[in-house]
């Protein structure tokens, strides 16, 4: 298990949901950053006639890769190792915490600044760096939040989406040095440049992750808009990258491609504003850089995922759309699914590193509208592979037994046409006469959800009583 | 077996097929990058130097203005249009290349080293890309990276015939070539949208990018 989730939330999935309902900041702060992403992200992906084919091009350069990982595997570690990098292998999390914590001890550092890195949570890093005694400084803004509220990432784009400005505002009072003197956002943003700036500058050890690692030369591109990954990758005497093995590509001109669609649909701006390729130590005559670089290349489930089938998520980009337009994501936040990364992506993958029996929830909480995969930038078929968890979990009898006696009972009204019918207009009825206009604001048993949303009021007729009805007008 | 070994073992195991041949491999890699001039943004203008000009100040790039000189020899004129439209001093950590410090700086306070709180940097970017409107600096002896993320005010040289069309361009300009530490690619101002997604420019970066572009097809500099 990934030391990262050693603090997850102890309650179970339906608690966290519940917590997470029943908090109406939570619902504001989430829409008030969902919407704006969705909102650009179409207008960048309208501006783009290229996006469809391009989009194709991205799944097939992916596809591409994870065929043949291991041969990229091994050409990007003899490219960077020429460049002067050490390359380490981990296969697990606690593995790869292990080497970094090494690596800080040997280089006798003690103060780490770090730009975020998902693969970093993932693996638990924070937590082991605290653990090793290091002074941690997360230098993205948003981690710098996350760290300063004591809580975890609840969004992989934008990790503190939780927290409303008024909150984050009260913590930067409390722990700035010169704290902003008004809740504006620009005069918090100042405040934590401020505050951040000695770290950079005193910095012994910098970590970043990898959106790409380029294998014919050995780089590894790290993409932001803060400029902290620069600051914190060329100030200490050490650089360490800790990255996903399937972030591999073969050269720039495939990083290209799909640092196009990793943009538009993160952000929806067209690049960041700074994409830096981080290849090998200083070099000689340089006038900055570390002295030492080193590449931590992490397994942590990958292989296991193209064993377990779903071998589409290494083609995943980290770039959180799916969430945006997740109507499940929208309501509950990031933490109620408990794993390091939320939404549906995190869905399909959160079964892979904790196991299927700790999270067969998660594929369960998914209305299999279909929208992730629409706005995936590489279509990874979400739906398909939270079915197929749903399948595995029930095939393994992990269901709790009041589900199957439930289903059960479904069943056998299933294949009773008349029962069927009978039943569901029966309940069709009885939630109209719950709902005003077209909504329901107080449902009986689901009273967690409407507190602070409404449930849409079903249609009139059920389906096969709309259809009859047609039927019967026809034929007169 | 060490865990290197292992973890190529079970890619190979789990992928359930046969490794390919290498050439194959880079024939398809090939055809792959050959493919992405299908899907490429459209240009604005067809001339590079417009296009990169227009996309520079266009609402996509952040905190960025421009300004045309004929000849390098104007660079600090043109800096000190700037330093004054935005009431700085004249004090500036400037770029330690060879084709810059030839320049008459009188009236300037400059320094090659940078400071943590610099105020104006000055430096001669080694591309530019119209597709994006974006700076590509190459780290070594002449040019230091913290030259584009230390100072408030990051003014940026860029000679017209090395403004490329799109970003695969500027894989194709390097093919070959020994990569240095970093490449930069540098697009504007930074900036964050952390807190309830809304964007505010200088974050941890410079909170200003000023573009000179030096067209030896210009008679007249002129700015916007
Ligand atoms: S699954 Fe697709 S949409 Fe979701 S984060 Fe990954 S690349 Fe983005």
Redesign the pocket.
Known sequence: MPAALDDAPAASFKQRVAAALANPDLKIAIDRTTRTARQKREAAVADWPGFAPARDLGRRIKDHVIENLDHYLVEFERNAAASGAKVHYAATASEACDIVIDICRKTKGHTVTRSKSMLGEEIGLPHALDDAGLNRVETDLAEHIVQLAHDRPSH?IWPALHHKREDIAALFREHHHTPPNSDDVGAMVASARRELRPSFLGADIGISGANFLIADSGAVCTVTNEGNAELTTTIPRVHIVTAGIEKLVPGLSHAFVLLRL?VR??TGSDITQYTTFHCGPKQQGDRDGPDEFHIVLVDNGRTRMIREGIKE?L?????????NHCVVFNEIGGHAYGGVYP???GA?MTPVFDGLKASRDLPSACTLNGR??E??????P?PTMLRGWREKSWAQGLEPQVQRRFLGLWAFAASRPSLYRFGTGLAVKALRLLGRGGWISNLPLASGWTRYRDFPKPAARTFWQEFDAQDRKREQ | MSVRDDILTAIRQSLGAPAKPPGAISAESTALAAESAQSRPELPHADLVEAFAARLTSVKVVGASVDRIARIEDAPAAVARYCKTHGLGLALALQPDPALAALDWNGFELHAAISGDEAIAVAKARWAIAETGTFVFHSGPASPVLLSYLPMHHLCIIEADRILGHLEDYAIAEAGAAPPRNVNFITGASGTSDIEGRLVRGAHGPAFLHGIIVDPGLSEPKSS
Do not use: E, N, T, Y
Not at chain 1, 315 to 323: E, Q, S, T
Not at chain 1, 375 to 380: A, E, M, N, S
């Open positions: 992989i990793l649909s993160a998520m083609r995943c980009l980290r770039c959180g759309a799916c969430m939404g549906p992506m399909a992730c995969q706005v995936c930038p590489v279509d990874i979400l």
